[in-house]
């Protein structure tokens, strides 16, 4: 068994920041690519960031300059650095992650999702 589970997520004022961590358990063998979704009030999910195995970033265009994706891999933990948050981030956030299980299973795992109201 795989379980991905985020954390960090409270509520804070709009201009501020705020770190969200996502761990990775079980039974892993090796993990792969790691991404961060949201899904905003009314909105579908989006895709926000994405680490991938060979260590290139990216992100959707609304939070370039502002959000930073990062790993860990010690400690199978991604993190998503949120600087100068506005309301429009509003959302709860998930993580997505690609892992080989060992039992050399491959597949897509998420975590239940962490909310972030951006609010004064």
């Known amino acids: 068994q795989v379980q991905v589970m985020e954390s960090g997520g409270e509520l804070v004022q709009p201009g501020g920041s705020l770190r969200l961590s996502c761990r990775a358990s079980?039974?892993?063998?090796?993990?792969?690519?790691m991404r961060w979704y949201r899904r905003a009030p009314g909105e579908e999910r989006e895709l926000v960031a994405v680490f991938t195995s060979a260590g290139d970033t990216s992100y959707v265009d609304s939070v370039k300059g502002r959000f930073t994706i990062s790993r860990d891999n010690a400690k199978n933990t991604i993190y998503l650095e949120m600087n100068n948050l506005k309301r429009e981030d509003t959302a709860v956030y998930y993580c997505?992650?690609?892992?080989?299980?060992?039992?050399?299973?491959?597949?897509?795992?998420w975590g239940q999702g962490t909310l972030v109201p951006v609010s004064s």
């Open positions: 079980g039974s892993i063998f090796r993990i792969h690519t």
């Open positions: 997505n992650v690609d892992i080989t299980t060992i039992e050399f299973q491959y597949n897509t795992y």
